[in-house]
């Protein structure tokens, strides 16, 4: 990429993609986490992995179960299952079997058997049934409409279902992965991507599939995913392993991070990070550590100086007026009114802060400071997150250095 070749680089070191099978060795920090959940999985065990929104829970789930891939030690699917709207249990099992099917069918030796082609054949069918019953299946998105929270008869037997995860078991201890299989559970944000109601829905319905035996589950969602758990979920303790929450790197490690990347990508012996660390340190700090938004903007930035070829390195001086140009941009474009505006300044002076407490501060209606909240979301200038049962709401970090003209740092 010609952006990336000026720098030195074959490609983005500040990607937001989570870490995969090929990018293991740029994991950074997490050791206890990490060293705890390896040894429950030996075993078959539900594990929660729950961390604010950006902090690294996709990436810290998937660097635990490849690794055991990598060890030949647990068999895991090479993505994760992300749930979405409507989803119920069968649903779960279905997008899941058919991605041990197709996993499966990568290996030639079990590719050969009969009980495989069996189990591949049915998968068949049942893209098929759900074809005609007017469902959408393999591209992981099923749904039964935009709010479907109600009990919905089996399109296909559950027990028919539970029968082929364990035939697949079988084939994958075959191949010398003797520990339970590993799936990952994406989209458990509660009231976020999918509302509470279907959260709940979801929860309940799948507790007792994933009792399969010789499968583990790794449950990712957001802060709060455990004790929502606890309320909603029947004998949530009877099945549960453990909780693993997963905080902000240290600004430490995401130096490390970066310092990684540019290892792996850069073309030349001499090469130092496209962003100041002047500039990585204030992105940690209006961010609260979320790596993910720390690098969304660095790449915004990385764009945004594309078609300056004077510009070697983003330092504070280039980075401050481009995140005032971006912060503009987005508040034009939404056509942010006065009052909104006032509420948007609030955040960044004290967020985050429930829209109670807001509303106090501002002295307006609650409603009407909801509505505000809402339009900013909409236009990526706030964002919510859930701690228990109250909503917390905060500005952008590109917002907060706008707004403050620079004073984060």
């Not at 699917?77 to 079997?97: A, D, K, Q, Y």
């Not at 075959?174 to 299989?181: A, Q």
């Not at 583990?216 to 004998?235: A, E």
């Not at 917390?392 to 250095?401: G, L, M, N, R």
């Amino acid at each position: 990429m010609a952006l990336f070749d000026r720098f030195g680089l074959k490609d983005n070191p500040y990607s937001v993609n989570p870490i995969t099978y090929d990018t293991l060795e740029l994991f950074v920090g997490r050791k206890n986490e990490i060293k705890k959940c390896n040894l429950a999985l030996d075993y078959k065990s539900i594990i929660i992995i729950e961390g604010g929104r950006g902090v690294g829970t996709t990436s810290f789930g998937n660097y635990v179960r490849f690794n055991k891939l990598k060890q030949k030690s647990n068999f895991t699917l090479p993505r994760e299952i992300s749930v979405e709207r409507g989803w119920n249990g069968e649903f779960l099992l279905v997008n899941t079997l058919s991605w041990l099917v197709s996993s499966l069918e990568n290996n030639k030796k079990t590719a050969k058997k009969p009980k495989f082609h069996e189990i591949k054949k049915a998968t068949h069918g049942i893209q098929e049934i759900y074809r005609q019953a007017g469902l959408q299946l393999m591209t992981f998105g099923a749904h039964y409409g935009k709010e479907a929270v109600v009990a919905t008869p089996p399109v296909y037997p559950i027990a028919t279902l539970i029968q082929y995860f364990e035939d697949c078991s079988k084939l994958i201890k075959e191949t010398g992965y003797n520990k339970p299989t590993i799936i990952q559970i994406n989209n458990l944000d509660i009231d976020t991507t999918i509302s509470t109601e279907q959260i709940r829905f979801f929860l309940n319905d799948i507790r007792d599939l994933l009792q399969i035996p010789s499968y583990s589950w790794l449950l990712i969602g957001d802060t709060g995913l455990s004790s929502f758990m606890r309320l909603n979920v029947d004998r949530l303790a009877d099945i549960v392993t453990f909780e693993t929450p997963i905080r902000p790197l240290t600004v430490k490690e995401v130096h490390e991070a970066i310092n990684k990347r540019i290892e792996s990508l850069k073309t030349k012996e001499h090469t130092e990070p496209p962003i100041s660390d002047e500039v990585i340190n204030m992105l940690y700090n209006a961010s609260h550590g979320r790596i993910r938004k720390i690098f969304r903007t660095a790449t915004n930035l990385l764009h945004m100086v594309e078609a300056d070829p004077l510009i070697n390195r983003v330092n504070m001086e280039t980075a401050i007026p481009l995140i005032k140009r971006i912060t503009e941009d987005k508040m034009d474009k939404a056509k942010i009114t006065p009052a909104t505006h006032k509420i948007l300044e609030k955040l960044v002076t004290h967020g985050p802060i429930t829209p109670t407490e807001l509303s106090k501060k501002i002295k307006t209606q609650r409603q009407a400071v909801s509505r505000a909240l809402i339009a900013l979301q909409r236009a990526d200038l706030a964002y919510l997150e859930r701690k228990g049962k109250e909503h917390f709401w905060d500005a952008e970090p590109e917002v907060k250095i706008a707004l403050s003209e620079g004073e984060i740092k």
